[in-house]
């Protein structure tokens, strides 16, 4: 179908007996992404209707929008929705500022900048999961070494991990400390590709250091900046490796973002039917944050 | 003029350096941290003392590989992970080739859809998926994730070889095509390998983002199909939590990425922001 749609564009310039199979290798590869991603979409939308909870013997039936109104009319939603949206945009805001900084800093060659520059990219290539144990082992009440730091400088002991007022903060440092890498070598690599020359013609010009920031780099750099923070933006809404090793959505539920709630919903509650109406809201939440920011990326991307 | 310029950064330059030096560690710190914990023994870790100097003992290494099951974990993982990444590659190729040399509209949307796909957060794919994955008795072995993970890493595996594709000059393949060659031999015999450092990294990528991977593998191992991140967890029992030997387990699953990232680190950012920024 594809090739024949296709046969009047591409190259003209190929010989005809590559033509008729030029599309075939794309049939697995598109088989695989539509059979997962398609086929159970539909399946989950669904199950979204219907009551269904895996250890109720009575099976599942069709309860049409209860769901939805189950999750809508309740205050867990609403609460886990903040608790997501506070989370994605505290971690992507301060990230991008301190990458920025720090790229800033490492921008002109000092000693050692290479291997500085690979060493600050380890926490990011750290898997989350062995983040979260070790933030955990780190923040622990009893053996942890932040808490001896604490009382040492004499803010004395605390369960950072169980402590209504500090669970919350502590998941956002670890995800900044994990992070911000990424976002480095990204806004890094933009900055180098500003050519020299730029920047020393605009210093001979005599602008100013802010200037320079303001002027040559951000309008340069903003593509990249933009991919850089959307993908964080995208990923920052799905942190559960990170709960699941520390708060377990505690204390309370201070810490339950959706990507977590859904968890507890569907794997955890086993109430299947709930889980996939939730997990259709938590898509429409998604799409709707990342979509600013995608929008204005592919206005960028017809203007390159 | 210019002298000003180059006089007022070596004040700087220092700063800068100390600056550098500092966020360097910060960041190095807690990975340290776990490398260290994990050559201690329990009394060394939970003594008061907080200490980089110590006498380091395997203990917890000999505990990770033969007393507990993290073995099998890393053995699981080694396979679902490598023949996922087998299979991300080949199937990504397939794709990714004629995007890269035939575009057209079909085509382009193909590829805007399938990176719209790198949205979607797995908790909401996975819902559906361990249901069916379930229904054909698929969970609890390696072939679910393998599935899994190939699904995962393709939107990534497109995005970055339609890239590398590109870059192979046109003029090379149509001497070929003029040559008598098919679609099928120039690809092989010449672009493949005229783009193997791409396709090397983009195996490399998908190497960690699978490996790394902890929601899926949580969901869908049954018993004996455990990976390297799910066992890590394991070690935290209602008795106890040996950290120590946690901290041991985190290193051996961390040092495989860090090595494949040191090996990509020239198509990292390429990588990371799947081919859109270089």
């Known amino acids: ?126 898997a989350p999961i062995v ?29 950072f991990l169980s402590g209504l007022n500090t669970a919350f903060p502590v998941i956002i440092i670890v995800d900044i400390w994990q992070w911000t890498p990424f976002l480095f070598l990204i806004f890094l690599a933009a900055m180098q590709s500003v050519p020299e020359e730029l920047i020393e013609a605009a210093k001979l010009d005599g602008a100013s250091k802010f200037e320079v920031i303001k002027n040559i780099f951000l309008p340069l750099m903003k593509y990249p900046l933009l991919v850089g923070i959307t993908l964080r933006l995208i990923d920052s809404f799905r942190v559960y490796d990170l709960i699941y090793a520390t708060t377990r959505g505690g204390p309370i539920n201070l810490t339950s973002t959706m990507s977590w709630s859904i ?42 | ?34 490398i260290a914990t994990g050559f201690k023994t329990g009394n060394q870790a939970f003594s008061n003392s907080t200490s980089f100097f110590f006498k380091p003992s395997l203990d917890n290494y000999r505990e990770v590989f033969f007393k507990s099951d993290f073995k099998s974990g890393i053995m699981t993982s080694l396979q679902a992970v490598s023949i996922s990444v087998v299979l991300t590659v080949c199937l990504a190729s397939g794709i990714a080739y004629p995007m ?19 949205i979607v957060p797995p908790i909401v794919t996975i819902i559906p998926l361990f249901l069916l994955l379930r229904t054909v008795k698929l969970t609890g072995s390696i072939w679910s994730l393998v599935l899994v993970y190939t699904f995962m890493n393709m939107p990534l595996a497109i995005w970055l070889l339609r890239g590398f594709f590109k870059e192979v000059p046109r003029e090379i393949e149509e001497a070929a095509e003029i040559d008598g060659l098919d679609g099928k031999r120039i690809f092989l015999k010449i672009v493949l390998p005229l783009s193997a450092p791409g396709v090397v990294a983009t195996a490399l990528l998908s190497f960690v983002f699978a490996w790394n991977d902890f929601l899926f593998a949580n969901i869908l191992s049954g018993a004996t199909t ?53």
């Open chain 1, 1 to 126: 179908m594809r090739a024949k749609d296709n046969s009047s564009e591409g190259s003209s310039r190929a010989p005809k007996r590559v033509h008729s199979g030029r599309y075939l290798a794309i049939i697995p590869g598109v088989l695989l992404l539509l059979g997962l991603s398609v086929f159970p979409s539909v399946y989950a939308l669904i199950v979204s209707f219907q009551k269904w909870i895996l250890t109720d013997p009575n099976g599942r039936h069709f309860n049409g929008l209860d769901n939805y109104k189950d999750i809508l009319l309740g205050s867990e939603f609403w609460h886990t929705l903040k608790i997501t949206l506070l989370f994605v945009i505290l971690t992507v805001v301060i990230e991008s500022l301190l990458a920025y900084g720090i790229a800033l800093i490492f921008f002109r060659p000092m000693p050692f900048h290479r291997v500085m520059r690979a060493l600050i990219l380890l926490p990011m290539l750290t």
């Open chain 1, 131 to 159: 983040v979260g144990m070790l933030a955990r082992f780190m923040f622990d009440s009893q053996f942890g070494i932040i808490n001896r730091f604490t009382e040492i400088i004499g803010l004395g002991r605390h369960d």
């Open chain 1, 263 to 304: 968890y507890d919903s569907g794997f955890k509650v086993l109430n299947i039917g709930i889980a996939s109406a939730y997990s259709f809201l938590f898509l429409i939440t998604v799409l709707i944050v990342s979509g600013i920011f995608l929008r204005q990326l592919s206005k960028e991307n017809e203007e390159r």
């Open chain 2, 1 to 34: 003029m210019s002298q000003k310029f180059h006089r007022k950064p070596r004040a700087l330059d220092h700063l800068r350096f100390v600056l550098g030096l500092l966020v360097t560690l910060i960041f190095i710190f807690p990975v340290a941290w776990m």
């Open chain 2, 100 to 118: 890269a040399r035939f575009p057209s509209k079909g085509m382009n949307r193909l590829a805007s859809w399938i990176i719209s796909l790198r």
């Open chain 2, 226 to 278: 455990r990976t390297a991140t799910v066992g890590l967890t394991e070690f935290v029992t209602p008795v106890g939590t040996a950290w120590t030997t946690i901290m041991a387990a985190g290193t051996i699953v961390v040092i495989p990425v860090w090595v494949a990232a040191l090996f990509a680190q020239k198509y990292l950012v390429r990588g990371l922001t799947m081919g859109s920024v270089k």
